[in-house]
């Protein structure tokens, strides 16, 4: 299983952009989809989630900012970012919970990350 990521960017402050991850490979069902980011010298961070349902959650910096949807597939994850802050420059991972085979425990899976940076 592989997840690769996209749309990462230079934005200026109140500019947007959005955010892809694609799943690849075999498997039998993908779970939650997320975005974690990592600013320089702070810990990874979880950013926002969607359920297999479509349930959404988010960390209250970017609620009402951040749009995070999977396509009808399921396969894909976006993210779009507006109104971007200085603060919100990071390297944006996707994360994924998959089920190889019906018969295993969902895996953590992890995309390659994609560098956001936004100027002021």
């Known amino acids: 299983v592989q997840l690769q990521a996209c749309g990462g960017g230079l934005v200026q402050a109140g500019g947007s952009l959005r955010l892809s991850c694609a799943a690849s490979?075999?498997?039998?069902?993908?779970?939650?989809m997320s975005w974690y980011r990592q600013a320089p010298g702070k810990q990874r961070e979880w950013v926002a989630s969607t359920t297999n349902t479509g349930i959404t959650n988010y960390v209250g910096s970017v609620k009402g900012r951040f749009t995070i949807s999977k396509d009808n597939a399921g396969n894909t994850v976006s993210l779009q970012m507006n109104n971007l802050k200085p603060k919100n420059t990071a390297v944006y991972y996707c994360?994924?919970?998959?089920?190889?085979?019906?018969?295993?425990?969902?895996?953590?899976?992890w995309g390659q990350g994609t560098l956001v940076t936004v100027s002021s």
């Open positions: 994360n994924a919970l998959v089920r190889r085979i019906q018969a295993e425990f969902p895996n953590n899976y």
């Open positions: 490979g075999s498997f039998f069902s993908i779970n939650n």
